[in-house]
């Protein structure tokens, strides 16, 4: 297995619900990050893990709660969510730098289609 | 406000027929700017990094380029398999150098018609 891995590739879910969605990197990175991608929006930064501490978290209700148990690994728990919550949910790892800049690039895996009836 | 824009938000080609896709921002002190597809279905793949104005990549079909104000990315006799979305996303200054927080474009998406 190479690359970002995102499971489960779609998912369903009543607002009443609680699941998990899961990410895992093969690329020895040591930054992990969730974004939301919502039609006609720009892809929408919600959590940021470096070295497996939690350094951004933009805002996002709480019903959405991440875990980064550690480097390679990645979940968001959900729990209550609304409709508008429905959306592509895109993991993403980088080699973040330690006291240069960092501009690795993004590798994203292929994301969670997430509906909420 | 730091702001990323593209242009045209869809385009159609013809098959061999070449155009450029824009993505102009407002951010001061860029650290880089980042170009990357996304096919139907998958998450973005990474095509280029630009740093400074005047610097310009390729690769295959694709050529990207860079000034103070904005980037192209120039398709030059595309084949349908380039149909994709590609964003844009640029990296401005930051506190805190450990992570990289990019801002996006909404994309434009491409089709090239045999």
């Known amino acids: 297995e190479t690359g970002v891995t995102q499971t489960p590739r779609h998912l369903v879910m009543g607002m009443t619900n609680k699941k998990s969605l899961k990410c895992e990197q093969h690329?020895?990175?040591?930054?992990m990050y969730w974004y939301k991608q919502s039609a006609k929006k720009p892809l929408e930064l919600m959590f940021v893990?470096?070295?497996?501490?939690?350094?951004e978290n933009n805002s996002v209700p709480s019903r959405f709660s991440p875990e980064c148990p550690n480097s390679s690994h990645l979940f968001l728990h959900l729990h209550t969510l609304q409709p508008e919550d429905s959306a592509l949910y895109l993991c993403?790892?980088?080699?973040?730098?330690?006291?240069?800049?960092?501009?690795?690039?993004?590798?994203f895996g292929n994301g969670t289609r997430l509906t909420v009836t | 406000e730091d702001q990323v824009t593209q242009s045209p938000e869809a385009l159609r080609l013809q098959e061999g027929e070449s155009s450029s896709l824009n993505c102009s921002y407002t951010?001061?002190?860029?650290?880089?700017l980042f170009w990357y597809r996304q096919d139907p279905g998958k998450g973005p793949e990474f095509l280029f990094t630009l740093y400074s104005a005047g610097e310009e990549k390729e690769k295959e079909r694709l050529k990207a380029t860079l000034t103070k104000k904005e980037s192209f990315l120039h398709i030059t006799a595309p084949k349908p398999e380039d149909s994709a979305t590609y964003l844009c996303?640029?990296?401005?200054?930051?506190?805190?150098?450990?992570?990289?927080?990019?801002?996006f474009g909404t994309g434009t998406r491409l089709q090239v018609f045999p």
């Open positions: 893990y470096s070295l497996e501490e939690r350094v």
């Open positions: 951010v001061s002190g860029l650290r880089g």
């Open positions: 690329l020895g990175h040591n930054a």
């Open positions: 996303a640029v990296q401005p200054p930051s506190p805190s150098y450990n992570t990289d927080k990019l801002i």
């Open positions: 993403a790892s980088s080699q973040g730098s330690t006291g240069g800049i960092g501009n690795s690039p993004l590798h």
